[in-house]
């Protein structure tokens, strides 16, 4: 009969080439593996599902919530749009991207720091005239490199740090990461600023491909608010807004009637309609800035509190109950609470006050209100909703209220007033309270795949490393670099764990160097946090392939990319991050 070791390498290495392969989902791939496992009595089986109560867990989840309540207030959006300008030149552009980039991504996760900044990436792209292709790669190595500037940043440094708690009886703190990883990061950022993106190939189709971003043009009116109202303030003087968020203005509702033309010397009063003409964010996002309210806003103040306005597009088909009807005539926003807040026509535009325009087939609708809201009016009305195609209203007044919360919960962590887990969930419960996010976002907000894919490595490792699995590997590395200085070994764990994060998910990888790595510590008679430091650093740098981190898949398609790709900008960036991080470790954190 084999082995406990043999038999927990083989379930290793079956993992390893599933994930690799990537035809099956990798959480349903690590759960089997743990199942199959525990079945063979390499997991005792009190401890199967001991990962999901793991503090690495519960902190990945934690943050990726955060992430959601600081992007819903509008405070990285103010940040990211004045950075924004189509006519810098290519490499400064880059730079400010990637600094805005590595930045958010130390306070959020990375995943979510792309989210934000690759559609405004792709519209300045729009707007310079050139291809998108040329600068989302480098936005997206700079939030990778972002993240290991903290601890939250990046899910390996959530890992290792708990792995550390596990190991030697104490984590590494919020900022134990920053002297390597700011230095990395600014390595890196100056290489893809200054010279990475020239190795990016300039094939014709990318900015097309980017151009799925682009959604239809709709018709919509926005109320003027007593706070929007400035002495003598005309609608011409909304202009440079307008323009800046690629926004038309078409014209100004007063006392119910359209006003002749475009009305742009047309004085502003409280209670007017302004009538625009733009994609969903832009009209989100002009409403924002020119601190104009959605009609019908008072009768969506609950759904505000609760965290939960979105802006839904949905298609009206042959038979739809609103078909030859109009909004107010059905009594949409008094039945349902729903707003039709404007109607994309084919790009044909209309003079029809929205609520009282009728409704035909093949309209598109913009619809507003809660997501159980609007998903009961259009499945009443008979429209369907489109997917993908939602936009969250930004609750821009809470701004300052959301990073108050945040940087309350990490100075609390920091101090050593409670543990992080603790503040984060303390962040999370004043979040919901306060209406930055609403209960359904809370579980909206974790991307459960990568809870149930740690949670199911956290016993696996543990068997691994109890089996003797990782103090055999530590060791076959260690008979390769025999009679070299610890560094060499150092750099041998770094290349090895940075190749494998090109095929695997990072998590993973990290579950898997960990224990090898203090097993080469123990070996070598060394300080085990500098090979920890040296497992962290390697497993965020995923830079050859699009399938070894989140964000690298992401901008595939956006940046018309191929598989091939990424090696061109990513191995040399892959050797710049060796070259750099291994002295800091060795400085920072002495063998």
Not at 253 to 281: L, M
Not at 331 to 341: A, D
Not at 353 to 366: E, F, H, Q, S, Y
């Amino acid at each position: 009969m084999p082995s406990d070791q043999t038999m927990i390498m083989g379930i290793f290495a079956v993992l390893f080439v599933l994930l690799v392969w990537g035809r099956i989902r990798y959480d349903l791939v690590a759960f089997g593996a743990l199942i199959f496992a525990a079945i063979l009595g390499l997991v005792p089986s009190e401890e199967v599902f001991t990962g999901f109560g793991h503090s690495a867990v519960a902190v990945i989840a934690l943050v990726l919530i955060i992430s959601r309540g600081l992007v819903g207030s509008g405070a990285i959006e103010k940040l990211a749009t004045r950075l924004l300008d189509p006519d810098r030149p290519l490499p400064l552009h880059i730079a400010i991207m990637a600094v805005v980039g590595a930045g958010l991504s130390a306070i959020i996760n990375n995943v979510a720091a792309l989210a934000i900044l690759m559609p405004l990436d792709v519209d300045t792209a729009a707007k310079a005239k050139r291809m998108a292709g040329q600068t989302l790669m480098p936005l997206s190595f700079a939030t990778i490199l972002g993240g290991m500037i903290t601890l939250i940043g990046t899910p390996p440094n959530i890992v290792i740090a708990q792995y550390r708690q596990d190991a030697l009886g104490e984590p590494f703190g919020m900022f134990d990461f920053t002297p390597v990883g700011l230095i990395v990061a600014i390595a890196g950022i100056a290489f893809v600023s200054l010279v990475g993106w020239r190795f990016l190939p300039k094939r014709e189709g990318a900015r097309e491909q980017g151009e799925e971003f682009a959604k239809g043009r709709y018709i919509a009116e926005l109320r003027v608010g007593d706070e929007t109202v400035e002495e003598g303030a005309t609608v011409g003087d909304l202009y440079p807004a307008a323009e800046e968020h690629d926004l038309n203005i078409l014209g100004l509702v007063r006392n119910g009637k359209r006003r002749p033309g475009f009305a742009a010397r047309q004085e502003i009063r409280s209670g007017d309609f302004i009538v625009v003409e733009g994609e969903p964010k832009s009209i989100e996002a002009f409403m924002g800035k020119s601190a104009l309210e959605f009609s019908g806003s008072e009768k969506h103040s609950g759904s505000v509190t609760s965290g939960g306005l979105t802006i839904t597009e949905a298609i009206v088909p042959e038979g739809a109950r609103i078909v030859n009807r109009t909004a107010r005539s059905i009594q949409l926003l008094y039945r349902h609470s729903v707003t039709l807040l404007g109607v994309s026509r084919n790009g044909r535009r209309f003079r029809d006050r929205v609520r009282l325009l009728t409704i035909k087939p093949g309209d598109v609708l913009l619809l507003l209100g809660s997501q159980k809201r609007v998903s009961a009016a259009a499945s009443w009305m008979g429209v369907l909703p489109l997917e993908g195609r939602e936009t969250q209203v930004v609750q821009r007044s809470k701004a300052g209220l959301s990073i108050g919360i945040f940087l309350a919960a990490i100075g609390a962590a920091v101090l050593g007033w409670m543990s992080l887990p603790v503040a984060l969930a303390a962040a999370v419960i004043a979040f919901v309270a306060v209406g930055l996010v609403s209960g359904r976002e809370v579980y909206d907000s974790i991307e459960w795949k990568v809870i149930v894919l740690l949670a199911s490595l956290i016993p696996l490792a543990e068997a691994f490393e109890k089996s003797g699995g990782a103090e055999l590997i530590a060791e076959e590395i260690l008979k390769v670099t025999n009679g070299y200085p610890a560094w060499v070994s150092l750099l041998a764990l770094m290349i090895v764990t940075m190749t494998l994060s090109d095929f695997l998910n990072n998590v993973a990888t990290t579950l898997i160097a960990a224990p090898i790595a203090v097993g080469m510590a123990t070996a070598t008679g060394t300080n085990p946090d500098a090979w920890l430091m040296t497992v962290a650093v390697a497993a965020s740098c995923a830079f050859l392939t699009p399938i070894g981190h989140k964000n690298n898949t992401i901008i595939l398609g956006p940046g018309g990319y191929r598989f091939g790709d990424y090696w061109r900008m990513g191995l040399p960036l892959e050797v710049i991050v060796i070259a750099v991080a291994l002295p800091a470790i060795l400085f920072f954190w002495p063998l």
